[in-house]
């Protein structure tokens, strides 16, 4: 194994332009067509009709930012598979073996990338005469019980004009953080991700694992930007869904052309192989919901198999946006003229004098000035409300991408002041101090117990010594199939004594 150790751990609410937000946000960045790719057709929240139907693969979100506790770091955050279900069992939730999960920096704002950090997973099964993802209690990735288990390795590619310079292995067989099913499955979850995160040579660390969607915002806007009525605006749609994240941690001066050039942009990127067996894209992501609000349907596929410096082609959708025409066609808020070059300014350059490098080609990437320190108390609009090291200087967990942009696209920077939001300010789980910082996944266990059932009830305790781990000597695998049906007959027994002792009273109570 290649890592060398490892560390422990008020205003005018308008729901409906939610995604208002990523009009502001300009094109997406797309990225090396996975070096020696082809090109394909097929990010965010299954925003484009191909790439929807292929969750393992959808990115959700990229975050970038400059560690608030390490601030010599840039720490970067992109996460796949949206709205996990934390109870969706038995599989639960992995990285696809057969994808390339990429990373992509450039860092001389030519819209190309320089460096591209490679994570491909490989998925691991102990017992296959179980339907069960763990047999037992987890309490180490390690651990006999956990039957399904994922590793990964990281690959660091170095690109001059897309073509390949060298490739390293930066390390390999790295366990994967897995599905929080349950408190019964995993009593101490905070100690799993723990033993996930990994430090690497070069000051590096990495995480991969499921985490909460640190996305907050009220997505419903797609209900034909609920025809005017605001009455339900200001919830958090994403609220106790989860998603596969990827963190990774690298010092400044490894990611930056110089300290007098500190301007990164980063997007990230999806590839699989096609029926020949070559590489192709098909999912892409930088700046928020891009793909959701401002790419017509007919652009959608296309922009998830393209490259950020391919991206004046829909360069129309950002300097003629379409949302900003629905909003004063259903709210009477005046758009802003046309055409919209203050999104391209601030979203496809950056912000001058901020993140915008040198002879910038104008490309949708998240762009990040590493050199500005990380704010001892963020504000969550970031730039517009003077919080310099906040969205779109970067994009750390805490900004509300959505306020910022929408305030932005309905022409905040060009004299239509506005103070536009959804209602949604911060994420329905705090965020940890310290890396990889997304907030520890929704439990699959979450939620009230049913009426006539305690928290002391539990099937192991019925059982006793019965249930042996899968893989465990002296049982063999007929022992744990056994244990595996005992507790399912234990748990319907006790279902069913709990229904009929509530039907039971419901039949005395009732009144005919």
């Not at 652009?299 to 490259?307: L, W």
């Not at 915008?356 to 517009?384: C, D, F, W, Y």
Request: glycine share 10%.
């Amino acid at each position: 194994m290649t890592p060398i150790s490892r560390s422990g751990a008020g205003r005018r609410s308008l729901a409906t332009l939610v995604c208002g937000a990523l009009a502001a946000g300009g094109l997406a960045a797309a990225g090396v067509t996975a070096l020696e790719p082809g090109a394909a057709s097929a990010s965010s929240h299954r925003e484009a009709p191909l790439i929807s139907g292929q969750p393992q693969y959808d990115n959700t979100d990229v975050y970038a930012f400059v560690s608030p506790d390490k601030p010599n770091t840039t720490t970067i955050v992109a996460n796949w598979i949206p709205f996990e279900e934390p109870a969706g069992g038995p599989n639960f939730y992995t990285f696809a073996d057969d994808a390339q999960y990429d990373i992509h920096i450039d860092n001389d704002g030519d819209a190309q990338g320089e460096l591209v950090y490679r994570y491909t997973f490989k998925t691991h099964r102990k017992n296959g005469d179980t339907f069960l993802y763990n047999t037992g209690p987890v309490t180490s990735l390690d651990d006999p019980d956990l039957n399904i288990t994922q590793t990964y390795d990281i690959d660091l590619l170095r690109l001059h004009n897309q073509k390949l310079v060298s490739r390293t292995k930066v390390a390999d067989d790295i366990p994967v953080a897995p599905s929080n099913v349950g408190k019964a499955s995993m009593p101490d979850y905070g100690k799993l991700r723990d033993q996930a995160t990994y430090k690497l040579a070069g000051g590096s660390t990495t995480f991969a694992g499921q985490a909460d969607d640190p996305f907050f915002l009220d997505l419903r806007v797609f209900d034909l930007l609920y025809g005017g009525n605001l009455t339900e605006v200001g919830r958090d749609t994403l609220k106790g869904y989860n998603v596969n994240s990827i963190a990774l941690q690298v010092p400044n001066d490894m990611i930056r052309e110089s300290a007098g050039q500190p301007v990164v942009g980063i997007w990230s990127t999806t590839q699989r192989k096609d029926a020949h067996g070559d590489w192709t894209q098909v999912s892409r992501l930088g700046m928020p919901l891009v793909n959701e609000v401002v790419n017509p349907q007919k652009d959608k596929d296309k922009f998830n198999a393209s490259a950020p410096w391919n991206d004046a082609q829909f360069l129309k959708n950002v300097t003629n946006p379409e949302l900003p025409k629905l909003i004063e066609a259903i709210y009477k808020i005046k758009a802003p003229a046309e055409p919209r070059n203050d999104l391209v300014d601030v979203f496809l350059k950056g912000v001058k004098g901020l993140n915008q490098p040198p002879n910038v080609r104008p490309a949708e990437e998240l762009r990040l000035n590493t050199s500005i320190k990380p704010s001892m108390h963020p504000k969550r609009l970031g730039v517009l409300d003077g919080d310099n090291a906040g969205f779109p200087n970067g994009r750390r967990l805490t900004d509300d991408v959505i306020d910022a942009s929408l305030q932005v696209v309905e022409g905040e920077l060009v004299g239509s002041k506005n103070d536009l939001g959804d209602a949604v300010d911060k994420n329905d789980k705090k965020f940890e101090k310290y890396f990889p910082y997304v907030a520890e996944p929704t439990s699959g266990s979450r939620g009230a117990l049913a009426k006539g059932t305690t928290s002391g009830t539990d099937v192991r305790n019925q059982l006793g010594d019965a249930l042996k781990p899968a893989g465990s000597t002296g049982g063999g695998t007929d022992t744990t199939l056994i244990a595996a049906s005992a507790a399912a007959g234990a748990a319907g027994f006790l279902l069913l004594s709990t229904g009929l002792l509530w039907w039971r009273r419901r039949m005395h109570n009732r009144a005919y």
